[in-house]
């Protein structure tokens, strides 16, 4: 009975939970993502934590599951989908430890299907936000928008990383190592910024900044500015879209913003690169410089193919 109390119930999805909690490959994720998933399965826990294990053989499980996303979506899609993803990874997990014969969502589907394509900041949005944030706010947004990286990156970057010229920085989500060269805007505001820690980002105190801290003073700054719809991490898409915008290749942007070579065309279309006016017209501009270009060409051919009179 001690062991019970201590343990919880056996026999239950709670249990099977807590197991995934002890392993290392709960441990081995980056603390901002285990306590991400903490809290969907808290959320999870109170809906199925008394579900029987044996239950997860019945057809009819997953029915009620995905029912219950369903319920959540009409909330909030994105975060239903995320429940979702996380009791799966949970149960795959169970799977291959031989805790349970089978996973009953496996292939559940998505129902948050919008992309942040066209999440952009114009430069009146950053602008606006300018006016008001404070400076350690906007060193972070000009780092953000200049680069293309993660804000948890950034909030991690030294001041060892920037050797003047460029930025070198190993990204927490995927490992890979990039060097992004600074921008004109970029240098200046590195050169005006103090050095009040081993890090380039600092609250108005010269701490570092906590995930939470920052994200409640880029809020407050947002407010202030009345810009809605728009996030911290849009800057992300931002930074590639106006690299695009400026000719850069889907290989060259993946060298700044750290994606892989293979998937950066397919990630930058879907979720990253919005459709703007400018690329539109930067095709065009491209094809009319090849006709003319052709034309000049097909001219000079027939300029030295035809007959010479001497005169």
Do not use: C, M
Request: glycine share 6%; proline share 4%; no cysteine.
């Amino acid at each position: 009975a001690h062991e019970e109390r201590r343990s919880g119930p056996q026999g239950i999805l709670s249990t099977l939970f807590r197991q995934y909690q002890l392993s290392s490959q709960f441990d081995a994720l980056r603390p901002s993502t285990r306590a991400e998933y903490v809290r969907h399965i808290a959320k999870i826990e109170r809906a199925f934590g008394t579900l029987p294990l044996a239950a997860l053989d019945d057809r009819r499980t997953r029915g009620v599951i995905l029912d219950w996303r369903d319920q959540i979506a009409r909330r909030s899609p994105r975060q239903a989908d995320h429940l979702v993803a996380v009791l799966r990874l949970v149960l795959a997990w169970s799977v291959d430890r031989g805790l349970i014969a089978r996973n009953p969502i496996e292939r559940p589907g998505r129902v948050h299907t919008a992309t942040r394509a066209e999440k952009i900041w114009r430069d009146a949005d950053l602008a606006a936000l300018e006016a008001v944030a404070s400076p350690e706010i906007w060193l972070a947004v000009t780092l953000a928008v200049e680069t293309g990286q993660r804000q948890g990156d950034l909030l991690r970057l030294p001041w060892s990383a920037w050797d003047g010229a460029h930025l070198t920085l190993r990204q927490s989500k995927t490992g890979k190592r990039v060097d992004v060269r600074a921008t004109r805007r970029l240098r200046e505001a590195l050169g005006r910024a103090p050095r009040l820690s081993t890090l380039i980002l600092t609250s108005s105190r010269g701490r570092p900044w906590t995930a939470d801290g920052f994200k409640t003073s880029f809020g407050k700054a947002k407010a202030a500015a009345k810009i809605e719809g728009l996030t911290f991490h849009d800057l992300r898409g931002t930074a590639a879209t106006r690299l695009a915008e400026a000719g850069a290749s889907a290989i060259q942007i993946a060298a700044v913003t750290g994606h892989s070579v293979k998937d950066v065309d397919g990630i930058l279309e879907r979720h990253y690169v919005a459709p703007t006016r400018a690329l539109g017209d930067a095709a065009i501009e491209r094809l009319e410089n090849a006709r003319a270009a052709k034309t000049s060409n097909q001219s000079s051919n027939r300029a030295e193919s035809a007959p010479k009179i001497d005169p």
